[in-house]
Nanobody, 114 residues
Framework: QVQLVESGGGLVQAGGSLRLSCAAS????????MGWYRQAPGKQRELVAE???????DYADSVKGRFTISRDSPKNAVYLQMNSLKPEDTAVYYC????????WGQGTQVTVSS
């Protein structure tokens, strides 16, 4: 079975930066798309950023200009560089990958203090 492993979460002060990493294992095929979602307590899970095999990207309006998604497709890896972090970015960040169906990582906590 495909598994996603995330890393890079942590505690950071407002204005700081974090880089999240995710790699998929269990398949020799490239994911058609990979990205990041986040979920804060009491809120719905929302798209943060996503990238297709062709390099097309989709960002949440709230993170445009601050976050950058990148992929290493041969490794089925995806990264999220998060700059100028705000307290409202605090959430569990989940890696998502699609290969016919969607796969989700366990999530990594990002906490931004004011």
């Amino acid at each position: 079975q495909v598994q996603l492993v995330e890393s890079g979460g942590g505690l950071v002060q407002a204005g700081g930066s974090l880089r999240l990493s995710c790699a998929a294992s269990g398949t020799i095929f490239k994911m058609t798309r990979m990205g990041w979602y986040r979920q804060a307590p009491g809120k719905q899970r929302e798209l943060v950023a996503e990238m297709t095999n062709s390099g097309s990207t989709d960002y949440a309006d709230s993170v445009k200009g601050r976050f950058t998604i990148s992929r290493d497709s041969p490794k089925n890896a995806v990264y999220l560089q998060m700059n100028s972090l705000k307290p409202e970015d605090t959430a569990v960040y989940y890696c998502k990958a699609v290969l016919g169906i969607s796969y989700w990582g366990q999530g990594t906590q990002v906490t931004v203090s004011s």
